[in-house]
């Protein structure tokens, strides 16, 4: 028969201790089908067989020679706190033996002369308790492991992410990318609300977290919600949160994001999708620091810094009365703009090599740079879809590019090989001038109209015709600038 359920390997182990013979061969016979049985005449030697064995429970004698069964108990107790304690009893001291029950000393007393079977039925659920507890103990200490590992992929996995939002990964040298930087790193410090916008695929959504990572605020929650993407009741309901009932499927009380985002960041994106309901909503929170989940009689504050984003013309919005204006001022304490790529053209070499680099170690590609040729169509295309549509081409050339090497013009796609020229009149000299010499500064000027007039036309008569100048003019000009 097995020890106990479960375990086929394992006898439980029992110690009984007294010093009377008789009783001691009685319990051997009734436990000792069952279990392991050790016995002892004394409390001293009870205590050296526990140390030797590896004991779950113990019966003694209340009355032995030397000490007492309870000061043979006691030191039980501290040597193998788990082992479970039983007494014998001769005669009814009650009063003792209720005290040892009462303070945990003892599990059960057992009162001479016993009765073998009901003997071995308390050992039994004894040993189950027994049995449980110390399952117990092991699933604890395994559930602390896992909550440790649990723990430590958390802060990796945060970190991982500071890392990602990090202003490093921000790529842009250009002074209109300068300027915005410097507002991240001011704003970053302060809880100030914030107005992001920009043409889609301008990076809005990476500034916002970048400046949540940066700011004293990182350590608790970046939530984002896009204003655009659901019905007026869910997004109300997924920002201030429900109560149970508030509306048809509504089960149970929810949370909204503006308390889940408490002493963080709520990142509002497509802010001027709001209908005016939720922009009255959104101005109360803004005000008050409060919000009302649906349903609920009380508001409840919160602590939590605002990102707004958008790609529209709010300002526009707001003078057509699409916008309540006193919502507007709230969100723009701060405005962040975000230039088009386009009118930033000297970010897209370092851009498109970045994304590229990104692209070809995830995929495993061996693609290293770009040729002149079509580094300068992707320089030219007047990106719509900004960074991203940027991003997206790159990603698409490396998934397509077979063996290939470098990046060739041939690799991009139909729209960008279409384009001859930018298709905006921006300037097409875009870099600073660190030099003062007047005359210098033309002569360089003339050199980089011309390459690029020679890029883009292909030959010099009309490259010639777009500069505005005779061809002869053209031809003169580039060998007194030594071209
Ligand atoms: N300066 C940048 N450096 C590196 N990656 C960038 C930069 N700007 C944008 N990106 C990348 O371009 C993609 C689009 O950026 P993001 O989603 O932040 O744009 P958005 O302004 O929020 O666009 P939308 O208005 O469409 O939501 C993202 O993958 C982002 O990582
Ligand atoms: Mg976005």
């Not at 409390?43 to 069964?69: C, K, N, S």
């Not at 033996?97 to 057992?110: D, K, P, S």
């Not at 350590?219 to 019905?231: K, M, S, T």
């Not at 013009?409 to 001038?433: C, I, Q, T, W, Y």
Request: hydrophobic share 40%.
């Amino acid at each position: 028969m097995n020890a106990h359920p479960g375990s086929e390997a394992k006898k439980y182990s029992i110690l009984v201790v007294d010093d009377e013979e008789e009783i001691l061969r009685g319990l051997c016979e009734a436990l000792d089908d069952e279990y392991e049985v050790f016995s002892a005449a004394s409390g001293e030697v009870g205590l050296e067989v526990l140390e030797r064995e590896d004991i779950a429970l113990v019966i003694a004698d209340q009355v032995l020679p030397g000490m007492t069964g309870v000061e043979f108990l006691e030191k039980v107790i501290e040597r193998k706190p788990t082992a479970i304690r039983m007494m014998l009893t001769g005669y009814a001291d009650v009063a003792s033996i209720v005290r040892a029950v009462n303070e945990g000393r003892i599990y059960r007393y057992i009162q001479k002369p016993w009765d073998p079977e009901e003997l071995r039925l308390n050992v039994r659920r004894a040993l189950e308790s027994y049995g449980l507890a110390s399952e117990n103990v092991q699933l604890t200490a395994a559930l602390a492991e896992a909550n440790e590992r649990l723990r430590q992929e958390n802060l990796y996995l945060r970190r991982e992410v500071e890392r990602r939002y990090s202003f490093g990964n921000i790529i842009g040298g250009s002074p209109s990318m300068a300027r915005v930087f410097d507002v991240m790193e001011k704003v970053a410090a302060t809880s100030a609300t914030l107005l992001i916008t920009g043409e889609t695929g301008t990076g809005k959504d990476l500034v916002a977290r970048a400046i949540h990572y940066a700011s004293p605020r990182k350590d608790a929650r970046f939530v984002a919600q896009n204003c655009g993407a659901l019905p007026d009741t869910l997004l109300e309901s997924e920002l201030f949160g429900h109560r149970r009932g508030a509306f048809t499927g509504a089960h149970q009380d929810k949370k909204g994001l503006f308390e889940l985002a408490h002493g963080g960041t709520i990142f509002l994106d497509e802010i001027g999708e709001t209908n005016p309901g939720m922009q009255v909503r959104l101005l109360r929170v803004l005000q008050d620091g409060e919000v009302r989940p649906l349903g609920a009689s009380d508001t409840r504050k919160v602590d939590v810094r605002v990102i707004a984003a958008t790609n529209r013309d709010l300002r526009k919005m707001v003078e057509e009365g699409d916008f309540r204006e006193d919502l507007f001022y709230r969100l723009r304490v701060v405005e962040l703009p975000l230039p088009p790529l386009r009118e930033r053209r000297e970010d897209i070499p370092t851009l498109a090599e970045h994304f590229l680099e990104r692209a070809a170690e995830r995929m495993g590609s061996g693609l290293r740079g770009f040729t002149h040729s079509a580094m300068n169509r992707l320089t030219a295309y007047p990106w719509p879809g900004n960074v991203r549509e940027l991003e997206n081409e790159i990603e698409r050339v490396v998934a397509l590019s077979g063996d290939a090497s470098a990046v060739t013009a041939d690799m991009l796609s139909e729209s960008l090989r279409a384009v001859s020229r930018p298709s905006d009149a921006s300037f097409p000299v875009e870099a600073p001038f660190e030099e003062w010499d007047l005359g210098r500064a033309t002569d360089e000027l003339k050199r980089r109209m011309i390459a690029r007039a020679l890029e883009e036309e292909g030959n010099k008569s009309r490259a010639a015709e777009r500069l505005g100048i005779p061809r002869q003019s053209l031809q003169k000009m580039m060998k007194r600038l030594g071209m």
